[in-house]
């Protein structure tokens, strides 16, 4: 007889099944078999199993259901214990030999660890991990109530009674069935019945599962997120339903505390309180609430069932925690003014906001369409421009104010145009009657939006704002036909597409050399060397905070100085979101240039670029100088990390670099390889190059602002 059967109902997601597979590998579990249900999938996952000797898959043509796949898959299940996982969700590192280890140790009729939501699988092989609310601490409880606590949640989440995560003995499961008319909450009817035929309990501290909330809420919805907002009726049912059922006191109390949860949470996030037919529900069961003295001023009212008096204190507790959090955090009071006052005040016609790279860098095509209106209407129009550095020096005296400051909140609600070169703000609102231009800040290379994959950046509603966002784009530049495609896809937008080429590279064209001595001179660079440009981007995974990447650099720079100083000089350029990468044990051979506003002025003083993925080397390529890609991790950052639009081996107008000693004798053969790519380079400038002419600008201009 086999210890373990571990179930697995599959529809759709192969990459996240991906993940779930390989955290079953990372648990070394032996004596275990796998049983994967594909229902209704159309995604080849022979790839996926192919590796596995223990993996037993049934497939069906038509989708049937979680709860049916899972059935079948109890038929077919030997092990002594059964453990559900869904296909995409994944386990922490030993989150499931823990469980095994108990079940060797106690033979209980249920083990069970923490489960935990998760929108991402940074930090998967580590022992860290985040919950919501305070971890569970096993000593405080009995082994029956730390079990039952696991089973139900700690956290005011939609999940109250789950299968996953959790050892049965497959004999105590018996002839017990998932109900198969039901797609939500399935779990709660088996469960209920199967509660009251365990025998002992044994809930396991640090085993924990993660239950993935897709980051693509369009294409791979989770269960949950396709529930909608009656999901606070559906828990009361099955709360009333699990209480009539079930005779253990202990689960009672427990399950009664995590309505109260319920209640507390619905009716505290905003002033907007939930439907009155969610109060009348909770009013039904308000008997068995308990709270502390505070709370039972409001439990009182909803237990004697005074709506008015409910609701009155409701908003006197909401409006109480938003006062502590102004006090807290004072931008949120600017945030208030923002949609209550400024958002109602008369727009500006005139008046057009330039942000670029979050207002970190006067930069980018904002600025070059500011420059260009500025040249040729003058004071017609009233710029502002948002940076967050006040030293920085920007031509024709606009006004200035820093990113999310009160001025910042009053000018955005009042003026008529936006121009920005990332995702607007997802504070912001953007009024009918103002007009947002979005120029993006490259070609894609590597998967956007909704084309991607995990997203590891550390916010998990990365994806949800996407839609926000496009949806306020009036306009959206796009530099070639190849990138206007991605970008109605990836973006999910369907309004209006400039396809102009991109006004920051104007300049590629139209400087002379006096500039190109401006810059060099402005950057103190020697006269008698060669000027190489290393434009590395960022690694998802390398995220530390919302918005925060550590990125080390792995070309040795020091075997670089020894082998080409006498002749090149570096210029090192991280990408914007890259807070930290230090090159000062390099001075005299390497220039941390990330900080300087405008890389289309790096681009005109250097003679070779080394990139990676960064999308630099669509606009470098404008000026057909060589180019060498080192890809140290091409394979990683191809299958895990992003993926990639073009045929990176086959379309790059350059050698691909594994090492710094390939790139040092790549620099010493630059006319070899010049020779070798030129076909290709070619190629590569009439497919992604052939709008750009120096004259985008002028053709943006003329279409948001027509004279």
Known sequence: MTFLSIIIPFKKGKRYLKDCLESIREQNLSDFEIILVVNGAVENIDDLISDFDNIIVKTYADEMGVSKARNEALEMASGEYVYFIDSDDYIYKDGLSKLVGCAKKTGADFINGQRIETYYIKNRFSEEFSVNNAKIVKNKYSDEEFS???????????????????????????????????????????????????????????????????????????????????????????????????????????????????YYYTFSKTNHLQPIEALDAFMGIADDFKGNLIQNFELNALKSKNKQKTIKLSKIRVTCNRLLN????????????????????????????????????????????????????????????????NKTKIPGNPITTKRFSLKYHKLMATSKYWVVNTRQAGRLVKRPQQVLLSTWHGTPLKKLGFDMGNIYIQNPRTKDSYIHDSSAWDYFISPNRFSTEIFR?????????????????????????????????????????????????????????????????????????????????????????????????????????????????????????????????????????PMLFYMYDLERYEEELRGFYIDIYNEVPGPILRTTDEVIEALGDLDNINDQYKKRYEEFCEKYCSLEDGDATKRVVDKVWPH
């Open 148 to 262: 039952m606590r696991l089973v139900i949640g700690e956290n005011d989440n939609l999940e109250v009674l789950s299968v996953l995560h959790a050892l049965i003995k497959l004999d105590v499961i018996g002839d017990l069935k998932f109900v198969e008319s039901k797609k939500y909450f399935a779990d709660y009817p088996f469960m209920v019945e199967l509660l009251d035929r365990i025998n002992s309990f044994k809930g396991v501290e640090n085993a924990v599962y993660a239950k993935r909330i897709s980051d693509d809420f369009i294409n791979l919805p989770s269960l949950n997120q396709e529930i909608g907002d009656d999901y606070i009726f559906k828990s009361i049912e099955e709360y009333k339903a699990a209480k009539t059922a079930i005779k253990s006191d202990l689960f009672k109390e427990l399950m009664a505390q995590k309505m109260f949860g319920y």
């Open 326 to 389: 102004f006090i807290k955090h004072p931008q949120n009071i600017y945030h208030t003014l923002y949609h209550n006052i400024y958002n109602k005040r008369p727009i500006n016609n005139k008046r057009i906001m330039f942000e670029s790279f979050s207002g970190d860098f006067y930069s980018d095509s904002p600025k070059y369409i500011y420059e260009y209106l500025h040249n040729h209407y003058g004071d017609e129009f009233e710029y502002v421009w948002v940076i967050n550095d």
């Open 489 to 625: 896809r990836a973006f999910a937008y369907d309004g209006e597409i400039l396809e102009t080429g991109y006004p920051r590279n104007d300049i590629l064209f139209n400087a002379d050399e006096s500039k190109i001595s401006q810059i060099k001179e402005k950057l103190n660079l020697p006269d008698d060397k060669k000027v190489i440009l290393y434009a590395p981007t960022w690694r998802d995974d390398d995220s530390y905070d919302v918005g925060k990447v550590k990125f080390k650099l792995k070309l040795d720079l020091e075997k670089l100085e020894k082998a080409i100083s006498d002749e090149y000089i570096v210029l090192v350029r991280n990408h914007y979101l890259i807070t930290d990468s230090d090159v000062d044990d390099y001075k005299h051979f390497a220039v941390d240039v990330s900080r300087y506003d405008d890389i289309a002025e790096l681009y005109l003083i250097t003679d070779v670029l080394i990139t990676d993925y960064s999308s630099v080397f669509f606009d470098f390529a404008n000026l057909r100088r």
